[in-house]
C-alpha cells in the first residue's frame, strides 16, 4: 500500500517512538471570544488537509491553501473509514466578521462529480507552498510530485517546481481564477527539495528560503539557505534566481561548497515575517526532532541575517507527548509556521499538523479513526523578546 498523505520532506530523519494510551473524542485549544482566530471545522466536503499557508489576498479576504485533503460528500462524519484523498492541493478564502468571527469555506474542485487538486491535470500531484503577491498579481508556488513502488513510508519523488500565476483573483470561487503556470525545473537547481518554503517580498526582490541537501566526498551540506528573484524579472526570466554564498555574493549558480546556509532548521515549511514593533524578521518552524514536540522561532536584523540562535516558543504539542491522551507512537507533527495576519494581543498566531506513519490507506489506521489528527491546530504563542 503506498502511503498517500503528504508527509513533509524533512520527515526523513524522524526517528519513531512506542507507546499509545486512549484517545478522547476531541482536541481543539481554547481561544480567546471576539479575535479573529483560525479555525478548520469539517465542512464544505473537507475533512482535513496538511500545509495550511496563509495569505492575505485583499482588505477582506485570506486564502489557505491544504496539501493532500480528507474528502467526503457525505456531512457530520465522525471518522474518516472508506473517505477519498485528494492528492495535490485545495483551497479555502476565509473572512473576519464584524464582531471577530472566524468564517472560512472551502472550495473543493470537481471533476464529473469526482473531488480533484485545485492546480494540475488528473496526472499531476503538486504540493503547495508559500504564496506571495507582487504588484497585485498572486504567485502560488507549487512543487510537483511523483509516487514511487517503494514500500517505504517516504514514497515519492520531486520531479519539478512550478508557480501559479494568477492576474485576477476577484471572483468569489477561486476555481475561478484564471492561471497561467510557469515552470520554475529547468532553472532550479538539483537538491532543492523545497524552494519556496517561505516566501517573502520586500524591496525590489522575492526571497525564499529554499530546504537544501548536497553530499559527495568533498562537500555535505543541508539547512535551509537564501535565494532570491528580482521583481522587475519575475515574469520575463524566471532564470533569474540568485543565491546568497558565504562570501556575501549572490549568484546565479549555486555552488554547494561556497552555499550559505542561513538557518539549520532543515526544514520544508516555515514562516518568515517582518514584525514592525520589534523591526525584526521572525522565522518559525516546527523540529523536525522527537517526532516534531517543539516549535522554534530565530529572529534576524535583515533577511540575510544574521539569524539569532533557535529558541523554543512556549507552545505544547500533545500529539507527541508520551504523557497525553492524545498521543500516538506513530504519530509526528511538523508545518510550522506564523500567520501575521492574524496577530495580535502581542502574541504570535501558528498552526502545525500532525500525521501518522501508519498506512493510511487501512479503515483501521490511527488517522482514520480520528478526526483531530491531520488538520491545521491553531495555537497562540507569546511573542519573543
Not at 284 to 297: A, K, S
Request: aromatic content about 12%.
Amino acid at each position: 500500500m503506498k502511503k498517500f498523505l503528504r508527509i513533509s520532506l524533512l520527515l526523513l530523519i524522524l526517528p519513531l517512538l512506542s507507546c499509545a494510551i486512549f484517545l478522547p473524542e476531541n482536541h481543539f485549544p481554547e481561544m480567546p471570544a471576539c479575535r479573529c482566530i483560525p479555525a478548520f471545522p469539517d465542512k464544505d466536503g473537507w475533512h482535513g488537509g496538511d500545509g495550511a499557508y496563509s495569505i492575505q489576498i485583499d482588505d477582506q479576504r485570506t486564502l489557505w491553501l491544504f496539501g493532500d485533503t480528507f474528502v467526503s460528500h457525505e456531512e457530520g462524519r465522525t471518522d474518516r473509514i472508506g473517505m477519498a484523498v485528494i492528492l495535490g492541493t485545495t483551497m479555502a478564502i476565509s473572512t473576519c466578521s464584524e464582531n471577530g468571527e472566524f468564517e472560512i469555506q472551502y472550495f473543493l474542485k470537481k471533476d464529473n462529480g469526482k473531488f480533484v487538486s485545485s492546480f494540475g491535470d488528473e496526472n499531476e500531484w503538486l504540493w503547495p507552498q508559500d504564496p506571495f503577491m507582487v504588484e497585485n498579481v498572486l504567485y502560488i508556488p507549487l512543487i510537483s510530485i511523483a509516487p514511487t513502488d517503494t514500500k517505504d513510508l517516504f514514497n515519492f519523488v520531486i520531479t519539478g517546481h512550478l508557480f501559479a500565476q494568477i492576474k485576477d483573483f476577484s471572483a468569489h470561487d477561486p476555481h475561478d481564477w484564471p492561471v497561467e503556470y510557469i515552470d520554475m525545473t529547468p532553472v532550479i537547481p538539483a537538491g532543492i527539495n523545497a524552494f519556496a518554503t517561505t516566501s517573502v517580498v520586500y524591496e525590489d526582490h522575492v526571497y525564499f528560503y529554499p530546504f537544501y541537501g548536497y553530499s559527495s566526498d568533498q562537500v555535505s551540506v543541508l539547512g535551509n539557505i537564501l535565494a532570491r528573484i528580482s521583481s522587475e524579472r519575475r515574469c520575463h526570466n524566471m532564470g533569474a534566481v540568485e543565491y546568497l554564498h558565504n562570501d556575501g555574493i549572490w549568484q546565479e549558480t549555486l555552488d554547494p561548497s561556497n552555499i550559505k546556509i542561513m538557518l539549520d532548521a532543515c526544514v520544508s515549511e516555515l514562516s518568515v515575517r517582518y514584525h514592525a514593533d520589534s523591526k525584526k524578521w521572525l522565522a518559525v518552524y516546527l523540529t523536525p526532532q522527537d517526532h516534531g514536540n517543539r516549535l522554534f522561532y530565530q529572529s534576524a536584523d535583515n533577511l540575510e541575517g544574521p539569524w539569532s540562535k533557535p529558541e523554543p516558543l512556549d507552545v505544547h504539542i500533545p500529539e507527541v507527548d508520551p504523557q497525553s491522551p492524545f498521543y500516538d507512537e506513530n504519530t509526528f507533527c511538523y508545518a510550522g509556521k506564523e500567520h501575521i495576519e492574524f496577530a495580535g494581543d502581542g502574541n504570535l498566531i501558528v498552526t502545525y499538523v500532525c500525521n501518522s506513519a501508519e498506512d493510511d490507506d487501512e479503515d483501521a489506521s490511527f488517522i482514520r479513526r480520528n478526526l483531530f489528527l491531520y488538520r491545521p491546530v491553531v495555537v497562540q504563542a507569546p511573542c519573543c523578546e
